[in-house]
């Protein structure tokens, strides 16, 4: 059986040994070479099935030889390996044609299985295009963790095409920060970048936000108004929240989306705008098409690609990272205690990075001759609020039905804020049906955040925006 020829391109003479013995231990020809001039000639003259290439070599440096054999029309797998791993190169080296990213050390047991589905691809694969577009700096991602580093593959995957995509995550995870990546490292990337928060803008007004109108459209339309969609022709649109669109604006948005034509309220002439389309949500789409608040072909339209940017708590070794970033955007010198950084990485930030940013800022202003301390970090626990305790809400004298109405309401109040006041999602961190959180909601008296204890009404507490369906 003809076994496939891999090309290891390292400079460390012990790393390229063990990972030739090794790839030959498992049914691999191999190739060597160290440094990056002796790898694309290989590239070139033998087109191995795949590629282990090394960042940093002399002669020509990894993503060099990458863009020359991709330019060369190579279709050999190439799996960018380096110590170094960032955003932006990982972000460039999945522009330039890369079949996959990771960090050293290698780990060899997921290299393996990497490996055959390289050799898979570069078998099936014919010609590639990859035109490199300019390089814009993606540097206010910040994050080395397993899950960051795919999303920048996901951001370099995606940028070079004009599909549409879809960013989830929770509040003040970054959604924003991916599409600015996506737009800068597109070939749109001269072009506008247009911007529209679905929930900030009232139903009756957004219609003509994103579709303009004509003068006498209607009462007070003195004049003509390009809307968002004109606004990014020959860019991108990038439509946040677009969860809390209501339904009937779901429908004149689908027309736009399938055949990128708009028409201004108050005309009948069809509008042709060339854009790229990125939407984000920190909702469930799935549960709400399901639900029936939200249309299934247009959750599929948009839906092409999807990029879910992990919470905080799922990748706190970035946490370091963030820390040093917002400290050094600060522009003081700053002294962070170990006993402030193991807080902080303790945390469990429901608010995410948006969260960690103000705490930092806050913990600079507050900070005694330039050193941050955990107490100047004045962090509260996301599952007891500074100002609620279980002694105040579990009063024993009060009875069994007492108590457990109170641990009813506390829940419900608890969901409700770290949902920010969105009731589906409050019900899904709950677990239970969002049916049964609007009766938990009026039994307990928390409508439009307030509730009612001892016969009075009073604000509930750690409700700071209004409750949302």
Same mark, same amino acid.
């Given at each position: 059986?003809?076994?496939?020829?891999?090309?290891?391109?390292?400079?460390?003479?012990?790393?390229?040994?063990?990972?030739?013995?090794?790839?030959?231990?498992?049914?691999?020809?191999?190739?060597?070479?160290?440094?990056?001039?002796?790898?694309?000639?290989?590239?070139?003259?033998? +087109?191995?099935?795949?590629?282990?290439?090394?960042?940093?070599?002399?002669?020509?440096?990894?993503?060099?030889?990458?863009?020359?054999?991709?330019?060369?029309?190579?279709?050999?797998?190439?799996?960018?390996?380096?110590?170094?791993?960032?955003?932006?190169?990982?972000?460039?080296?999945?522009?330039?044609?890369?079949?996959?990213?990771?960090?050293?050390?290698?780990?060899?047991?997921?290299?393996?299985?990497?490996?055959?589905?390289?050799?898979?691809?570069?078998?099936?694969?014919?010609?590639?295009?990859?035109?490199?577009?300019?390089?814009?700096?993606?540097?206010?991602?910040?994050?080395?963790?397993?899950?960051?580093?795919?999303?920048?593959?996901?951001?370099?995957?995606?940028?070079?095409?004009?599909?549409?995509?879809?960013?989830?995550?929770?509040?003040?995870?970054?959604?924003?920060?991916?599409?600015?990546?996506?737009?800068?490292?597109?070939?749109?990337?001269?072009?506008?970048?247009?911007?529209?928060?679905?929930?900030?803008?009232?139903?009756?007004?957004?219609?003509?936000?994103?579709?303009?109108?004509?003068?006498?459209?209607?009462?007070?339309?003195?004049?003509?108004?390009?809307?968002?969609?004109?606004?990014?022709?020959?860019?991108?649109?990038?439509?946040?929240?677009?969860?809390?669109?209501?339904?009937?604006?779901?429908?004149?948005?689908?027309?736009?989306?399938?055949?990128?034509?708009?028409?201004?309220?108050?005309?009948?002439?069809?509008?042709?705008?060339?854009?790229?389309?990125?939407?984000?949500?920190?909702?469930?789409?799935?549960?709400?098409?399901?639900?029936?608040?939200?249309?299934?072909?247009?959750?599929?339209?948009?839906?092409?690609?999807?990029?879910?940017?992990?919470?905080?708590? +799922?990748?706190?070794?970035?946490?370091?990272?963030?820390?040093?970033?917002?400290?050094?955007?600060?522009?003081?010198?700053?002294?962070?205690?170990?006993?402030?950084?193991?807080?902080?990485?303790?945390?469990?930030?429901?608010?995410?990075?948006?969260?960690?940013?103000?705490?930092?800022?806050?913990?600079?202003?507050?900070?005694?001759?330039?050193?941050?301390?955990?107490?100047?970090?004045?962090?509260?626990?996301?599952?007891?609020?500074?100002?609620?305790?279980?002694?105040?809400?579990?009063?024993?004298?009060?009875?069994?039905?007492?108590?457990?109405?109170?641990?009813?309401?506390?829940?419900?109040?608890?969901?409700?804020?770290?949902?920010?006041?969105?009731?589906?999602?409050?019900?899904?961190?709950?677990?239970?049906?969002?049916?049964?959180?609007?009766? &938990?909601?009026?039994?307990?008296?928390?409508?439009?955040?307030?509730?009612?204890?001892?016969?009075?009404? &009073?604000?509930?507490?750690?409700?700071?925006?209004?409750?949302?369906?």
């Amino acid at each position: 059986m003809h076994k496939p020829s891999i090309l290891v391109a390292e400079d460390e003479p012990t790393a390229r040994l063990a990972l030739t013995e090794l790839l030959e231990h498992h049914g691999f020809s191999v190739l060597a070479a160290d440094n990056g001039r002796e790898a694309l000639s290989i590239v070139l003259s033998s +087109e191995p099935a795949a590629t282990l290439l090394d960042i940093r070599m002399p002669g020509l440096d990894g993503l060099t030889v990458l863009e020359r054999a991709r330019e060369s029309g190579s279709v050999t797998a190439f799996l960018v390996m380096t110590a170094y791993g960032d955003s932006t190169t990982a972000i460039e080296a999945m522009k330039r044609g890369a079949f996959d990213y990771i960090s050293k050390p290698l780990d060899f047991e997921s290299l393996l299985p990497l490996l055959h589905r390289a050799v898979a691809h570069s078998r099936l694969m014919k010609e590639r295009l990859d035109e490199t577009p300019p390089v814009l700096s993606s540097a206010a991602l910040i994050g080395h963790s397993p899950e960051m580093q795919h999303v920048y593959k996901m951001i370099g995957q995606v940028a070079g095409s004009d599909v549409n995509v879809l960013v989830r995550g929770e509040s003040g995870t970054g959604k924003e920060l991916v599409v600015n990546a996506i737009h800068h490292n597109s070939a749109r990337a001269a072009g506008p970048l247009v911007k529209v928060n679905c929930a900030a803008i009232p139903e009756a007004l957004l219609e003509s936000e994103l579709f303009g109108h004509e003068r006498g459209a209607f009462t007070n339309a003195t004049y003509r108004r390009t809307g968002r969609f004109e606004q990014a022709n020959r860019g991108t649109l990038f439509l946040d929240e677009i969860g809390d669109l209501a339904p009937s604006l779901q429908s004149k948005l689908l027309r736009c989306v399938q055949d990128r034509t708009i028409t201004r309220l108050g005309s009948n002439t069809p509008i042709t705008v060339d854009i790229r389309l990125i939407t984000a949500t920190s909702r469930n789409l799935e549960q709400a098409v399901s639900d029936g608040r939200f249309r299934e072909d247009l959750y599929y339209r948009l839906n092409v690609v999807s990029i879910a940017l992990p919470p905080l708590r +799922e990748r706190r070794q970035d946490i370091p990272a963030l820390v040093q970033h917002f400290l050094n955007r600060g522009g003081r010198q700053i002294i962070l205690t170990p006993a402030a950084l193991a807080a902080l990485c303790e945390h469990s930030w429901p608010g995410n990075v948006r969260e960690l940013e103000n705490a930092i800022e806050r913990a600079m202003v507050l900070a005694r001759g330039g050193v941050i301390d955990a107490a100047d970090l004045r962090l509260r626990s996301v599952e007891e609020p500074a100002s609620v305790k279980w002694t105040d809400l579990l009063p024993v004298e009060n009875g069994w039905k007492a108590n457990l109405a109170a641990v009813e309401a506390a829940l419900v109040r608890r969901a409700l804020r770290l949902a920010e006041g969105n009731k589906s999602r409050a019900a899904e961190l709950l677990g239970i049906q969002r049916r049964l959180l609007y009766d &938990k909601i009026r039994e307990h008296g928390l409508e439009e955040g307030k509730e009612i204890r001892g016969g009075g009404m &009073k604000a509930a507490p750690g409700l700071g925006s209004p409750i949302r369906d």
